[in-house]
């Protein structure tokens, strides 16, 4: 009797722990190096991309839309969002590093009233890269823009799944979390959090393939739809109660 109560004791023990388990990140990282020293040997990558986005004129008071090509394409950016002054400073296929590096011409000399993030996708599948040097590099993004802009919301939307990088889809799930978890670290509450990655899943688990374009990395109208919905309400909950537009 007492080895059976010990089993059954053993067995409720693992069903009510299994969800804390199946969240821990299970990707394992192996190669060690500075994936942002490769990434900063062709820094002049995008110089003309980027002279062009600092002449761009941003609305007075707006929200600046940047970070990688998920942005920069969004062509459709103004029309889905009708009733933010939104602004898009996207660039080519970028990393945290490059855009730390870049935030004056994007971010910082159109004196925005609001910020959403996409970038970090990038990232994940450069050689060297790890989970630890991936969130260190959002840590100095943070640092910067807490430094310069202390007052506005951010919103740093999740890493996406995609066909072409399912290879990476536990290293995203992780890099995810721990970015998610800083975020809800922060104090001041400014920080939020969007997870695009959830809506973007098929119920089996893997990217769903209706949301893509031909590559099978960027998103076709659907897929921005999908984002559409999910940030235009993120925005929505925080942007009337910002310090910025009392």
Known sequence: MVKI???FQLWIALFLFAPSIKSQCLWTDSISGSYVDSVHAVSSRFNQQILAIKEQVCPTNSIVFTGSSSI???????SDFPDFPVCNTGFGGSTLPELITYLPELVYN?????????????????????IDAIVH??????DSLNLHLPKIPIWFISVKPSLLSRQYLEKQNCINQ????????FP?????????QTAMLSTDGEP?????LNDGLHMNAQGYQIWRQIIYDEI?????SSPMQK
């Open 72 to 78: 920069r394409i969004w062509k459709t950016l103004a």
């Open 188 to 196: 001041d509450h400014r920080w939020h959090y969007i997870n695009i």
């Open 110 to 130: 159109h004196n925005p009233n609001g910020l959403v993030i996409y970038c970090g996708e990038n990232d994940i599948s450069l050689f060297y890269s790890t």
């Open 208 to 212: 769903n393939p209706t949301l893509f």
């Open 137 to 142: 590099q959002f840590e100095r993004l943070a």
């Open 178 to 185: 721990r970015i998610k978890a800083r975020i809800d670290s």
């Open 236 to 240: 929505g909950k925080s942007w009337k």
């Open 5 to 7: 109560n010990l089993v």
